[in-house]
């Protein structure tokens, strides 16, 4: 008769031991189901341990890379926000502008909207919002 086991032979200290007989004295158990989950689950605490060895520095790496990222955009978004208020508060307590100036500024805006739609529609993560031609 064929089996897909192998024999060992190997001593356990005495208090391991007598662990093993009384989990083995359970019904249901044996003392090769317990020293298979044992070693089993020992093999694959190491692989994960190996795995972190292996791909750990490339994660953390990551890891840092993305936590810069992060910062760099809060510090872009806390930015804008103050130019934006600082241009609010600038242009609050203005004189309404002339029909002159409001188509101006009309035209730049659109000008500036079908150089951010291109950029976008490109798809081009390193493009820069550098010149803005506009007709005036």
Do not use: C
């Not at 020992?42 to 953390?60: K, N, P, S, Y």
């Not at 510090?75 to 804008?80: D, R, V």
């Not at 307590?93 to 101006?104: I, S, V």
């Amino acid at each position: 008769m064929q089996t897909r086991k192998t024999r060992h032979q190997f001593y356990l200290p005495d208090e391991l031991s007598a662990k093993l007989e009384a989990m083995a004295a359970q019904p249901g158990s044996s003392k090769t189901a317990i020293l298979t989950d044992a070693l089993t689950a020992w093999f694959e605490r190491r692989a994960g341990h190996e795995l972190d060895q292996r791909f750990g520095t490339r994660l953390d790496r990551q890891n840092r890379i993305a936590d810069r990222t992060e910062q760099k955009l809060d510090y872009l978004t806390e930015a804008l926000g103050l130019f934006i208020r600082h241009q609010l508060t600038l242009t609050a307590h203005q004189p309404a502008f002339d029909t002159e100036t409001n188509r101006l500024g009309r035209l730049r805006y659109e000008e500036f909207m079908k150089v951010v739609g291109r950029m976008l529609a490109r798809g081009d993560p390193n493009a820069r919002l550098t010149h803005v031609n506009t007709k005036e």
